[in-house]
Every structure is written in structure tokens, then in C-alpha cells.
């Protein structure tokens, strides 16, 4: 039995009031007056121009990629070191992911790898009209590098920020980046709406198309007039009402998982061949919103592995996980093309996520702690 998760849900009597209300209001429907201020409400938090409140943030990633019209003969650079999610997007839409290996410090995409890639593509003829950097556990991609090389290859750049709402880089947040950008409001992310997500734009005919897309793609007319393919993807009310309650709390939730972070940084800060995923300086945590902390264990100076430690951590109950398997291993996209140098693999290899939750009690975290310690020891 797990005692301690990964990163449950962090909801409680505010979440459920919220949802009471908004029952209470008769919206029980993907339409309604949270729903309208849910959106309003992140897109002034990110500073983007238009949000779309969606099913999933899988639905955002594939209404973005739709309303582009990126498809079959389409190749999309997209980071190996990712969830799933990311890449079935790409594939729903008939395109063809390309996968580009990770920065080793971070484990985020390699911008230089990233230009190689875009560059050899469009050398063999190869169309690129999109490109998908993921930020990874929470910590934002080098977008202003990225934006660089998206601009020059004239592809559009959709920021899958799914795990980084509350991060920023340079400054500006995270899912107001590139053309687009998609956050998630799955139960084990940052902020939940049990399960949505959200698409992020500057540009309001891109908004407006995704909404209707979204809402099986109805024309504006008394009947149901359709003269494209439409999807039910729209968020519930009631969904979106737990979101606000919970967008309300968001920083105090990344408080906590900055100071599992910052805990975390402290044990492992003396123990050979054992680091902390992300950048080398802790003065960084500050623009991570710290969605998942991960370690990476070197064997050859650590004297143990990262399976080793997340099975000591398993037997006391304590949920960890690898970080995510390369795309590129993954049985289903084996056969995709790829500019890659063994970093995803090493990371897969060497990287174990854990406990995180913004929920997590003092004594249980602190129980991690001595768990943890013991096995690196
Ligand atoms: C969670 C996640 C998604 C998918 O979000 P859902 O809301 O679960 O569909 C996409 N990309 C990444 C990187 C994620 O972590």
C-alpha cells in the first residue's frame, strides 16, 4: 500500500464549495459563467491575449495542430523526453513527429540538436510547419532560443506548457510563449480541474476557431449547420468553477512544492553522483513552479541506482517514478526519425521523480526525507 503519492490532487472545502455553487447555479453544461470567467481569469494570470477551456490538455495540443491544419506529410519536431500526450497530438492529426533529445541538466529540449533537426528536415524537402517543446516538470524550455529557431525555420511553435503553469522564463510566463500554448488540469499537475486543460493565445482568430472546434464545430445559425469537422472538447462548468478555486491557491501550492524542492536540494547537496533535475543554481527554483522534483543518480559515483532507491522508497510506501521513457523507446513511435545523443536515455535511466504534492503533510514529507537519505546513504 502507498501511503505517500507522487502528486495527488490538493483540493479541499474551497474546491468543493466551488462545485456546489456552481450546481447550485443550474450551468451544469461545457457552458456557463465560470467556464467564461475561468478563462478570463488565466489568460489575465499568463498575460495572453485569449484562453479556450478544453477536456484535456491533450484536446489542446490536437485543436492547435487542427487548427493550423498541420497534417499527413507534415513532420513536427517535438522533445523525445515527454508524456505520451504530446506526441499522439501530433499523430491524431495524420503528421509525423521528429524527436529531439534533451539538455542534461534540465532533461528540456536541446535547442542545438533542435535547430539541426528543423535544419536537415527542411534541407531534405521535408514541410515543418510546427514545432512542440515540452517543458518539463515544470520548468520552461529556453523559449527564447526556441522562438529563434521556430521564427527562422517559418514554423509555428506551440509551448506544450502542460506541467510549468506558474513557471516563468526570462520573466514572461509560462503559456505565453510561441503561437500557442497548452497547460493541463490533470490531477497529478500543479493545479487541477480533476481533468482539463487549457489552450493560450495571442492570436483571437486562432481562439475563436479552436472554441467552435471544440464544440463540435457549429456554425453560428439557429440549426446545426457544420462545414468542418468538430470535436467535443469543451471544459464543464463545473469543472471550470473547481479551476478558479484552485487558480485562486496556485501560488501557495507552488510554495510548497518549492520548499520540497529547496528540501529536497539540501539532502542530496553532499552526496557524490546525486543531483537534483533542473539547473545547477537553486536560485532557478524560483521561476520553476517545482510541478515534480526529480533526482539523478550516477551510479559509478553513487554507489546505488535510481530503480534501487525508488524500490527503498516503494517498500516503505513511498511513490517515485522514473522520469518519463523517451518517445522514441516507446514501442508505439519506434519508428519515427529522430536527431538524438543518449541524453533522454541516460536520464530515463538515471532519473527518479518524487513526492511533490502541494498536500503532502510536514511529517509525511519529512518521513520521505529519512527514507530517502537512508537509501542514498
Ligand atoms: C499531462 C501532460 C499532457 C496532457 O494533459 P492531459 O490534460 O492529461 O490531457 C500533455 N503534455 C505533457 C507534457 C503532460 O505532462
Redesign the pocket.
Known amino acids: 500500500m502507498l501511503s505517500t503519492l507522487l502528486s495527488p490532487p490538493d483540493v479541499g472545502e474551497l474546491e468543493q464549495q466551488a462545485v456546489l455553487r456552481a450546481m447550485q447555479s443550474g450551468w451544469v453544461a461545457p457552458a456557463g459563467p465560470d467556464l467564461n470567467a475561468f478563462e478570463a481569469e488565466v489568460a489575465e494570470r499568463v498575460d495572453v491575449g485569449h484562453a479556450v477551456a478544453l477536456a ?4 489542446a ?1 490536437h485543436l492547435a495542430l487542427v487548427s493550423w491544419g498541420v497534417g499527413p506529410g507534415d513532420v513536427v519536431p517535438v522533445s523525445t523526453l ?2 505520451a ?2 506526441v499522439n497530438a501530433i499523430r491524431y492529426v495524420g503528421a509525423e513527429p521528429h524527436f529531439v533529445d534533451a539538455r542534461s541538466d534540465d532533461g528540456n529540449i536541446d535547442v542545438d540538436l533542435l535547430a539541426r533537426a528543423v535544419e536537415e528536415l527542411q534541407a531534405a524537402g521535408r514541410r515543418v510547419p510546427a514545432i512542440v517543446p ?1 517543458d518539463l516538470l515544470g520548468r520552461c524550455v529556453e523559449l527564447d532560443a526556441v522562438t529563434k529557431i521556430a521564427e527562422s525555420a517559418g514554423a509555428r511553435l506551440l509551448c ?1 506548457s ?2 510549468s503553469f506558474g513557471a516563468t522564463h526570462r520573466g514572461r510566463p509560462a503559456g505565453a510563449w510561441g503561437d500557442a500554448s ?1 497547460l ?3 490531477g ?2 500543479i493545479m487541477t480541474t480533476s ?3 487549457m489552450l493560450l493565445t495571442d492570436d483571437g482568430a486562432m481562439a475563436a476557431h479552436v472554441r467552435k472546434l471544440s464544440t463540435q464545430a457549429r456554425e453560428a445559425v439557429p440549426h446545426y449547420e457544420h462545414t468542418e469537422i468538430g470535436y467535443n472538447y469543451r471544459l464543464s462548468n463545473i469543472l471550470a468553477a473547481m479551476g478558479r478555486a484552485q487558480l485562486s491557491r496556485l501560488d501557495v501550492m507552488i510554495g510548497r512544492r518549492r520548499e520540497w524542492r529547496r528540501r529536497y536540494r539540501e539532502l542530496v547537496a553532499d552526496r557524490p553522483g546525486v543531483r537534483v533535475l533542473g539547473s545547477d543554481d537553486p536560485a532557478d527554483d524560483a521561476h520553476d513552479n517545482c510541478w515534480l522534483t526529480a533526482l539523478v543518480v550516477d551510479p559509478e559515483h553513487a554507489g546505488t541506482t535510481a530503480r534501487d532507491v525508488g524500490q527503498a522508497l516503494l517498500t516503505a510506501g513511498i511513490e517515485s517514478r522514473p522520469v518519463w521513457k523517451p518517445m522514441h523507446l516507446q514501442p508505439v513511435y519506434a519508428d519515427h526519425s529522430s536527431t538524438l545523443d543518449g541524453t533522454a536515455e541516460r536520464l530515463f535511466d538515471r532519473g527518479l521523480t518524487l513526492p511533490s504534492g502541494s498536500g503532502m503533510g510536514e511529517a509525511q514529507f519529512d518521513e520521505v526525507l529519512d527514507v530517502l537519505g537512508k537509501a542514498l546513504a
Do not use: H, M
Request: glycine share 18%.
Open positions: 484535456s490538455g491533450t484536446a495540443l515527454t508524456f500526450a504530446t515540452v506544450d502542460a506541467e497548452v493541463s488540469f490533470n497529478n499537475k481533468g482539463g486543460g
